[in-house]
Nanobody, 115 residues
Framework: VQLVESGGGLVQPGGSLTLSCAISESIFSFAAVDWYRQPTGKQREWVARITSGGTTTVTDSVKGRFTISRDIAKNTVNLRINNLKPEDTAVYYC??????????WGQGTQVTVSS
């Protein structure tokens, strides 16, 4: 099983980007997938979730700017971030959770918001 994040980079404040989490086909349909982020020197925080049934939730602090979605054809879960702010700077991780109790994590992708 693999989770591979991509799409991070250096972005100016106010900009947008889409992070992608490519998930092994063997678990994609069964997993709830979360995005987390961890700023340097701080704790990892949960950002958003999409369930295996497609229900989405986003943490209150980023509602209206962050959107989680999935592309079933590509086995990816995406995190669209609009109106980026310096405080969004962090390593972003995706994680897949199965009902069996197994959790899988990606390696993370760095997002840096700076002018």
């Amino acid at each position: 099983v693999q989770l591979v994040e991509s799409g991070g980079g250096l972005v100016q404040p106010g900009g947008s980007l889409t992070l992608s989490c490519a998930i092994s086909e063997s678990i994609f349909s069964f997993a709830a997938v979360d995005w987390y982020r961890q700023p340097t020197g701080k704790q990892r925080e949960w950002v958003a979730r999409i369930t295996s049934g497609g229900t989405t939730t986003v943490t209150d602090s980023v509602k209206g700017r962050f959107t989680i979605s999935r592309d079933i054809a590509k086995n990816t879960v995406n995190l669209r971030i609009n109106n980026l702010k310096p405080e969004d700077t962090a390593v972003y991780y995706c994680s897949a959770h199965l009902d069996s109790g197994y959790d899988y994590w990606g390696q993370g992708t760095q997002v840096t918001v700076s002018s």
